[in-house]
Nanobody, 125 residues
């Protein structure tokens, strides 16, 4: 079992940056592959980025490549999502998720067993 708590969301202007954090507690953090997803009102939850248990492999959805960076610090039991050049269409609740499948990075929400409560990101135009 692992518990996940996101933080770092907020209101930012278009073109700005935010860094989301997801703190994990429970089993050895490196035993989990991690992912970030988002869900906008009236839309399905969408994959954004994923990282393997060691941090050596990452994967991004096309719309965030070059703008978002996922990373992890296994010593701090934390995964991050650095979001740059934010756009109004990035507005959503962002969720981190953990899977016991550490490699390769997973893009399907059904692959993740554990979820955080979400953090709101709002990008104004």
């Amino acid at each position: 079992q692992v518990q996940l708590v996101e933080s770092g969301g907020g209101l930012v202007q278009a073109g700005g940056s935010l860094r989301l954090s997801c703190a994990a507690s429970g089993r050895t953090f490196s035993s989990y592959g991690m992912g970030w997803f988002r869900q906008a009102p009236g839309k399905e939850r969408e994959f954004q980025a994923a990282i393997s248990g060691s941090g050596g492999s990452t994967y991004y959805t096309d719309s965030v490549k070059g703008r978002f960076t996922i990373s992890r610090d296994n010593a701090k039991n934390t995964v991050y999502l650095q979001m740059n050049s934010l756009k109004p269409e990035d507005t959503a609740v962002y969720y981190c998720a953990a899977t016991e499948r550490t490699y390769p990075p997973r893009t399907n929400a059904y692959a993740y067993e554990y979820w955080g409560q979400g953090t709101q990101v709002t990008v104004s135009s």
